[in-house]
């Protein structure tokens, strides 16, 4: 399928936050942490040929979208156990778009299992998957 225009990707993006966290769009800002970051995330995700909900997926799997990080600037805790400490979220998300884009097994088959869900801006289902799908392994 072809992308989506960056405007439109962006707001699919803040409708699904919005649905994720309850909270409406026009507060997203202000109580979390990754909205501001929305545009760059989407250019990011273009540049690299991924899909625009990946990096707001990863934020909310891996920090409740920002809320729950172990820095500032790595909403994504993307290499956390290995002391990572990224300059800035755009080096972070550059890193991740490298392992999905150059090392397929590492990051776009996990998320494979997402698309539909999210091709609709749900977050909120995908997570539940993902909630399920950890339940089931434990």
Request: neutral net charge.
């Amino acid at each position: 399928t072809p992308a989506l225009p960056l405007a439109e990707e962006e707001n699919r993006i803040r409708q699904g936050l919005s649905q994720w966290s309850n909270v409406p769009v026009d507060q997203l800002e202000s109580k979390l942490p990754i909205a501001k970051d929305i545009p760059l995330m989407a250019q990011v995700a273009e540049e690299h040929g991924l899909p625009y909900w990946l990096f707001p997926l990863f934020s909310i799997m891996e920090s409740s979208a920002g809320q729950h990080t172990k820095d500032k600037n790595n909403p994504f805790n993307w290499g956390i156990r290995t002391g990572y400490k990224p300059k800035n979220l755009e080096e972070v998300m550059r890193k991740m778009a490298y392992s999905f884009t150059d090392r397929p097994d590492v990051g776009l088959d996990y998320s494979k299992r997402y698309q539909e869900p999210l091709k609709q801006g749900d977050f909120q289902q995908t997570v539940s998957i993902n909630s399920q799908q950890r339940q089931r392994k434990q």
